[in-house]
């Protein structure tokens, strides 16, 4: 049995599977049903301190709308909803439906004994603002109350489209103000959660770690706009965050650019995941722990249990000895674009077997270095214009029928 155990800024968790911050951990309830279905933790809902003591007057409206869009970019429901769906969704925050923040901080040291018990944890997450003295304010309460550890989130797509938007900060500087103060404030670990709207995450989480912060979240979701065609106007009403498994490849981007750029700097991996396959890919990246939302969102919280049971039996099946073996290692088996120019493995040649070809010239058609060529019925490759960039085999219609060979093995 593999050890799926992991360690994030020296505390000890069960597992890496994580419930992220969002509806799905708006109430001891919902962390307790996290917790119950086996997450080694789960992120409470982000609260703004600021809504109660009156720096925030613009408070919000309980305005959530969930949208879920299939391959087609229309909403789909049920049994629909493909793996690769896109969650278009605007958020509520906990204020909705609880103004006191010394009862939710109660509850939270409520749910952090409830989970001390199956081993687990839960972290506090405290929403973005304006008014730093809130958030150090609301950070030592948490500490106080029992949490281990604290999430930052400065990152929230919505509140651009709010009139109050101290939570979006999209200039690297404010993240180092902010993390500078809270880390100050407490003594427990302190998590920043990316917002993917600035240039670089990597630099941003580079300067989080030197004024104190204990490691990042990468990454919230984006604002954007999905259109209904049909009726010439937005899905619900507007703009919304944008995340989702089709945001995969660009959030183990950044985790990998992360962990390159700030070597050994805990990274906890969020948006995208929507099986084990998925945290998989998130570890070899280089997270060391994975969140997961809009999926126990769409699925439930059964599909914890499933996404622990599954990558457990992935690194039984591949003979890894525990999740640690596989943090971070695509990441260092990944080469820069002037490393592939001189590797003799990556100079591919396209080779077509003359007893598959059917001559439908869709190579012929889509060869954009002018490679392919027809002769007698048979496409032909090129071997001096050949680029080896896979598309004449993407295109093809017949298995087998082409291949890839090193350059040097063309040789004659």
Sequence with gaps: MAELSVEVAGI???????????????TYDKIKRGIDAGAGAVVAKSYCAAYTTGHETKRPFPLAKFCILGYDRKPVTGKNIPKFYTNYCRSGVIQWCRDDEDQWVELLGKAQKYASQSDSYVVGSIFGSKVIDDMTRFAKKMEQAGLKMLEVDLGCPNV???????????????YFTV???????????????LSPQQADLAATSKGVKEVGGAGVTCMNRVLGLAIDIDNARPFIWGWAGVGGPWMLPISIGWVSRISETVPGFPIVGSNGVYDWQDVVQFHMAGASAVQICSTVMVKGYSMLKQTIEGLNGFLNAKGYRSVQDIIGVATKASINYDQMYRTPEYREKAVVDPEKCIDCGKCLEV??????????????????????????????????????????????
């Design 12 to 26: 000890k968790f069960k597992n890496p599977i994580w419930v992220a911050s969002g509806e799905p951990t708006s």
């Design 160 to 174: 651009e489209k709010m009139v109050e938007k101290g939570a979006l900060l999209k200039v690297a500087q404010d």
């Design 179 to 193: 993390t500078r103060e809270i880390c100050k404030s407490v003594s427990i670990p302190v998590f920043i959660k």
């Design 367 to 412: 060869c954009w270095f002018e490679a392919m060529q027809e002769n007698d019925g048979v496409c032909q490759v090129d071997e001096n214009i050949c680029q080896g960039c896979y598309n004449c085999r993407v295109v093809c219609p017949i298995e087998g029928c082409v291949t890839m060979k090193p350059a040097a093995s063309l040789v004659k």
